[in-house]
C-alpha cells in the first residue's frame, strides 16, 4: 500500500490518481485492441446481426429484442448493452479492436468511479488508491474485459457505482441534478444487466447501516425514481421477451448447484490462478475460498477500530450481486463450463470495501509494508493479467483455455470445429465435431454443422442422417429443415425438400428464403406460375421485415448475393412465362445488387434474345462467360446467338463447349444443326 508521503503527492493534484488509474488500465489491457472476437457468443450477437447492428437507426430493435438481438427471447433483456455494440458497430465496423477498446475504457472508468467511492467513504486516499489498481490490475476481471460480450457487466460495475455516488449525494444536498443524475445512471445499469435490480436493495441496507439522515421527501424521490425505472424495464422485458425458462435452468436447484461459485470468487480475488475462458467448478478452489471466507468474516469481528457495519455491507454488497447469476445454469454446464469470471466484476467492489476497511483496522501493517508491499502485489498481478489476457486474443487462443481446463467441453470442440471450418479445414472440422457429439449425443448445433461438412464433401448421405440428428434434438430449428431440403434438392428428392422447405416456412414464415428455395423446387417441377408467386412472396418478405432481425438466420437474411440469385429466378420464371422484358428489368436488379453474378448476365442475355436484342444479349454473355469461363449456359446462350446471326461455326463451337461444362441441352441442337 503506498505509504502518506507517496500518497500526498498523489493526491496534491486532485485530477492526478484518475489518470494514473487510467493509464495503469490501458496499460494492461491494451493489447486486446489487437485481439480478435472469440466466436463464443460475439459472434452471435455483433457479427451475425452486424447489418442491424451498424445502423443507427435501429435504436428501437435494442429495446425490442433480447441480448442476442433475437426477437421473442426467454432470459436476458439487456438494451444498454446492444446500444453500446451499436455504438461500436457505428465507429469500427467489424473490426474487433473498436468493441475491446470501449470494454477497456468502460473498465478504466469503473475503476475511477471505485476510487471515487472509496474516498466518499472516507477511506485513506493511499489506501482507495491502491485498492482501485488493484482493481485495474487484478486477473480474475480478465474474462469482463478482454472477452466482448461481457460489456453487460462492464456497463452495469461503471453505472452501478454512478447510481450509488449520485444517490449518496443526493441524499445530502438534495440537488434535483443529483437526483436526474441517479435516474440516469440507475436506468443505464437496469438496462445494462438484470443484476441491477437489487442495486435498491443494496442502497436501502448502506443507508441503515451508516445511519445517513434521509429526509421523507428526498427517500421518497429516490424510491419513485426506483420504481419507475424497475416497472419500465419490467414491462418491455414482459412484452418483447415472451418464451418460458426451462426450470432446470432457472431456481432453487440451480442456486444450490452453483453455490460453490461464491467461494470460488472469493478464492481467486487472494489466490488468481487457475482461470479459465470456460471454467469448471474446482472442489479445491471452493473449499480454499471457504476457509479464506472464515477468516475474513473472524477478521471483521475481531479487528478493533473498524466501521464493522461498513465491513459487513462489503460483504453483502459481494453476496447480493453475486447472488441472481447463481439462480441461473447453462444448459451446457455438464459438459462445457459452470460459470463464466465476469460475473465476480462487480461483487467483488464489496470485497474492495471489506478489504479497506480490515487494512484500515491494522495502521502499523500498512504503514510497515507501505509501498513496497503493495507495489509488488500490483505487478506480481498486472503480469500475470497481461500473460492471461492472451488467451483471449483469437478464437482457437480461447478454446484453447477452454480445453486446458476441461478436456471434455463439448462445446469448446465445436467452437473450433467452426473455426476450422471456416478456414477450410474440413478434415480438423470433422474430428472436433464428431468429438463434441461423442460427450453430448444430443448437441443439435454439432449434429448441424457436422452435416454442412458432410455437404461440402459430398457425402449427401451422411449429410441427411446428421441433418436427421440435429431436427429429432431440436425440432424448432427451421436452418435443419431447410439445409436437408438443398440436400435432398440436390438428391432430386423434390417430395422430401418440398417436405421439408414447407417446414421451414411453418416455423419462421417471416424468412424471404424460405420462399426462394421453394420457388426453385417448383421451377424444376415446371410449377412455374406457382414458383413466380413465391419469388414474389419473398420479395415482399425483404421489403417488409424492417426491424426483423435473428441471428440464428442472418447469413441468409443479409446476404445481398443471395438477394441477386432470388431476382435471378423471378426472371428465368418471367421468361419461362413469356414476360421477358419484366426478366431483363429483375436481371439488371439483381446486377446491382452482385455486378459479379455470371448467372444474372445469362439470364439476361436470353431474355434479350427472346426480345431479339442479340448484341446486347451477346455481350451480356460475353460478361457471364468473362465472371465464369466454365458457365455452359452462357455458351450455349452465345450460341443460340450466334447462330441467329447466320455464324453456324461459331454456334456449334460455343454449343461444344457448353457440353463439356455439363449443359446437357446443348446435345440437342449439336445433333440438329453441328456436322462432326
Known sequence: MPSRDFSARIFNKPYLPYVLIVLVAILVYGQTV???????????????????????????????????????????????QTLSFMFDAAIGGRDAGVYHAVNVLLHAATCCLLLAFLLRLKYAPGLSFFLALLYAVHPLFTHAVAWVPSRGDLLIACFALAAFLTGMQYLDSGKPITLLLHLLFFAIAVYSKETALVIPFVFVVFVLITKTNVTVQRGGLVCLVWVTCIASYLILRFMYLSGAVP???????????????????????????????????????????????VLLLAMVFRTKNIRRGLALFGVFWFASFVGPSLLYRHPLADVAFQFFEHRAYLPCIGLMILLAELLTGYPGFVRKAGIRLGSAVLILFAGITMIHARVYHDPMAFVGSALEANPTNAVAYYNRASVEFFNGELQGAMTDVSRAIAIRPNFAGAYYSRALIYGQLGAYQSALSDYDNAIHYDSTDAMSYFNRSIVEWILKDYAKAMRDCNASIRILPELWVWYYHRGNLETDLGETQTALHDFDTALVCIASRAGYNDARYSSVLNNSATYADLYVARAKALRILGRAAEAVRDCDKALAQNPNNADA????????????????????????????????????????VKFAEKDNKGACNDWKRAKAFGYAEADSVIALNCVN
Open 34 to 80: 489487437t485481439f480478435q472476437f472469440t466466436n463464443l457468443d460475439d459472434q452471435k450477437i455483433i457479427l451475425d446481426n452486424f447489418p442491424t447492428l451498424s445502423n443507427l437507426s435501429n435504436v428501437s430493435v435494442a429495446f425490442t429484442t433480447d441480448a442476442f438481438v433475437q426477437l421473442g427471447g426467454s432470459m436476458f433483456y439487456r438494451p444498454m
Open 601 to 640: 448476365y445469362s439470364c439476361r442475355g436470353l431474355a434479350r434474345l427472346a426480345l431479339s436484342d442479340t448484341g446486347n444479349a451477346r455481350g451480356d454473355f460475353d460478361m457471364a462467360i468473362r465472371f465464369n469461363p466454365q458457365s455452359g449456359l452462357a455458351y450455349f446462350g452465345r450460341g443460340n
Open 247 to 293: 426450470s432446470e435452468q432457472v431456481g432453487l436447484r440451480p442456486l444450490m448447484l452453483n453455490l460453490p461459485v461464491l467461494f470460488l470468487f472469493v478464492a481467486k480475488l487472494f489466490l488468481p490462478f487457475g482461470l479459465s475462458t470456460m471454467p469448471l467448478i474446482s472442489p479445491l478452489f471452493a473449499w480454499i475460498g471457504v476457509a479464506i471466507s
